[in-house]
């Protein structure tokens, strides 16, 4: 069957063209203006878009609604209600009021809070955000919400995220009046995540606990062929993988999600999946869909979806990148670099402003993308070093260097550049040469940030990189606004912060054994862990700016970071106890048997003939006997170690990381090594090979 892609795309979505043709003019127009202003919908207007939003659903073929939202677990949370209401006559219609649709009350007392809410106020309160469309999943119409306690405190990852996105837009627009721009009425941050995951046989992954429990592999020893051929990446895809990727694209354009490329990565058995960019908050919905959507597709073809961060040692793990610009309403990208000396001007005091923003608050990046997951891949040599850095390429970077020497640029002929007079010299807008090794790189008219995990929600970074470039468009508006020559000024401005925050850029081998070595020299921080990193995000100077930008209070902000590592400390808690009980109850039992299987060969050997060798027999039996004692020492020092776990906190975080994870590696260690000389037969679990090659 030929899908008609146009006709099924965003087919399940209560979107703008819709309301259109649903909704009476004056209501279309109310909530239109509501939704661009950003403020609080009138119940009048809400009465009659929730009952054609409720008659659109109920032909898409819905029966319940939800409010949808993002809980602090990272996942989204649905609590499905009908639209059934009794009638006297024992008869039932379909009913959704205004009040539903704008706010819902589910019994939130499980979610995390960091002990935001204390159980007498358990219930938090889901308001709808007009500014994401509705949509139609699995029968149940979705309507995005945020999610609050009766305190009014944030207990989701959206409520932040459009706080950021209003901060961001008003400092960047009283930047933009400063150059004589006067339409633009709001300033947005788009983003396009791409996003990687593996694929693995669902009977495969049934057979591993540390898979079903951890979404990775704690135990693996290394199979002959990696990923050292490179032959996967951008391979041909199989022809189960291309039936999961065309079903998956469907269900996506069904969402209105703009999936738009798909490829295999460099580790075998790993994709990547992107989108067509759009505003942050969208793009942060869509790409929870996104991963949701993978998880459920991949079960219809009997595949797991594995969207954990490093699910096998020794193969690349899984992130994402998050392509990020800022956009007028008007449509101007404000990081394209333009061609007049004017729209270079711009460019060049916004993108000044990243590069202030990035070496500032370096810490609150590393902060967010900080997880137990990430942990084994940034800094890992396979995805961006933990210290945060930036790639311009050269060519910008001489630019930037000739502006403060006040020198002509190698390409300007022999013109001192004067910013706002002269033209920028063209440079090449995509020398990125795909530099993978920055966490944060320039890729010619947006950034890329590279360091975010595969399982993560977007939002966190977003919500971190809109405030901080907000708070530095702030200071600069300030300082900018009360120059009596606007262009001296500017040019002393993104002169002087070049000159002081240049450190932070790097176009270099992240990799290199020296990049650390000359990171430190520059003052730049290398926050190795996720426990090294989650105290900056109650740093004083963090503290205060989320705080006087209103994106957390000081309460929001300490209830995140207890809940950030409360569950680290749960993830390295769980790992732990799998790995104790693969080894107490499968691995050391499976050792045993292939030992008893090679002492009674030997035996009988001897019982035949005298004089046959049984040297295989006799020196694997010894080789494994050690193996084996040396594991069960380790698994006991492993379980000793989780019993001891106590305090709270960083403490307790502390201890899992320092503790905890090398008990973890030492186990490991001698586990796969006695993998390597087991009868794969009697192996308990499939093994490297198996998961890595046979989709
Ligand atoms: P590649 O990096 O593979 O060359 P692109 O540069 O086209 O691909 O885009 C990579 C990702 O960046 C895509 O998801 C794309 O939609 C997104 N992107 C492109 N332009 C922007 C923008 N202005 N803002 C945010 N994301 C963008
Ligand atoms: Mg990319």
């Known amino acids: 069957m030929k899908s008609n892609v146009p006709e099924i795309f965003g087919s399940m979505v209560f979107n703008d063209a819709i309301m259109k043709e649903k909704l009476p003019k004056d209501i279309y127009k109310s909530l239109h203006k509501t939704i661009e202003d950003g403020k609080d919908l009138d119940i009048t207007v809400a009465n009659v878009v929730a009952i054609a939003m409720k008659d659109w659903a109920i032909e898409k073929g819905a029966t319940h609604y939800t409010h949808w939202f993002q809980p602090m677990t990272g996942i989204t949370a649905e609590k499905h209600d009908s639209f059934i209401s009794p009638q006297n006559d024992g008869r039932i219609i379909m009913e959704f009021s205004g009040k539903e649709l704008i706010k819902g009350e589910p019994d939130a007392s499980s979610f995390p809070s960091g002990g935001l809410r204390s159980t007498f106020e358990a219930r938090g309160y889901t308001a709808w955000d007009p500014t994401s469309y509705a949509f139609v999943k699995d029968g149940v119409l979705c309507i995005p919400t945020a999610f609050c306690s009766y305190g009014g405190e944030a207990l989701d990852k959206k409520t932040p995220l459009l706080h950021s996105m209003e901060v961001i837009s008003e400092q960047a627009i009283r930047v933009l009046r400063l150059f004589g721009n006067t339409d633009a009425k709001r300033v947005l941050t788009t983003v396009g995540p791409e996003q990687e995951y593996f694929l693995i046989d669902k009977k495969l992954f049934d057979q591993r606990k540390d898979l079903i429990y951890c979404g990775r592999t704690l135990f693996g020893a290394k199979q002959p062929k990696g990923q050292e051929l490179d032959d996967h990446y951008f391979g041909a895809i199989k022809p189960r993988i291309s039936a999961f990727m065309k079903e998956l694209n469907e269900e996506l354009w069904k969402l209105g999600i703009l999936a738009k490329t798909e490829h295999n990565e460099v580790a075998p058995a790993q994709h990547e999946l992107a989108p067509i960019f759009s505003t942050t908050n969208i793009a942060t919905d869509h790409n929870q869909l996104t991963m949701e959507i993978m998880k459920n597709v991949a079960a219809r073809h009997g595949l797991v979806c594995l969207l954990q961060e490093k699910p096998f040692a020794g193969v690349n793990g899984s992130g994402k990148h998050n392509n990020w610009s800022i956009c007028t309403d008007t449509g101007v990208n404000l990081l394209e670099p333009g061609k007049s000396p004017h729209e270079n001007a711009q460019f060049l005091l916004f993108f000044v402003a990243v590069i202030k923003a990035i070496d500032e608050y370096q810490d609150l990046m590393r902060v967010s993308v900080a997880s137990a997951g990430n942990d084994h891949r940034l800094g890992a040599n396979e995805a961006p070093p933990a210290i945060m850095s930036m790639f311009i390429g050269d060519d910008l970077e001489e630019i930037l260097e000739a502006l403060v020497n006040k020198v002509p640029y190698n390409g300007s002929g022999d013109q001192t550049m ?148 409360e569950t680290y400390s749960k993830i390295i808690n769980i790992e732990g106890l799998t790995m104790v009980d693969m080894t107490n109850k499968d691995i050391l039992p499976a050792v045993n048997t292939y030992i008893a299987k090679l002492t009674s060969t030997a035996t009988a050997k001897k019982n035949l003939d005298t004089s046959l060798s049984c040297r295989m027999e006799l020196s694997l039996v010894e080789k494994l006997s050690a193996l084996e004692d040396k594991a069960y020492e380790q698994v006991n020092a492993l379980t000793e170690a989780l019993a001891d776990a106590k305090g709270d906190g960083l403490e307790l975080a502390t201890y899992y990381k320092d503790v905890v994870i090398s008990a973890m590696n030492e186990l490991r260690a001698t586990v796969d090594a006695i993998e390597v000389h087991t009868d794969a037969s009697l192996w308990p679990y499939p093994q490297y090979g198996d998961l890595l090659y046979q989709v």
């Open 418 to 565: 004067e910013i706002g007079v002269h033209v920028l010299p063209n440079f090449p807008k995509d020398t990125t040469d795909r530099n993978r090794t920055s966490p944060f790189a320039f890729t010619g008219n947006k950034f890329e940030f590279r360091s975010l995990g595969s399982a993560a929600s977007i939002s966190g970074p977003n919500i971190v990189l809109n405030t901080i470039v907000a708070e530095e468009l702030k200071q600069f508006a300030d300082e900018l606004e009360q120059a009596d020559d606007f262009t001296e000024a500017l040019n002393k401005l993104i002169r002087r912060t070049i000159r002081e925050h240049k450190r932070i850029i790097f176009n270099g081998d992240g990799y290199s054994a020296e990049w650390p070595i000359e990171a430190e020299k520059r003052g730049l921080l290398n926050l190795r862990t996720t426990v090294d990193a989650l105290p900056q995000f109650i740093a004083e100077k963090n503290v205060k700016l989320f705080t006087e930008h209103g994106i957390f209070s000081d309460t929001e902000l300490h209830s995140r970071y207890e809940i950030l590592l």
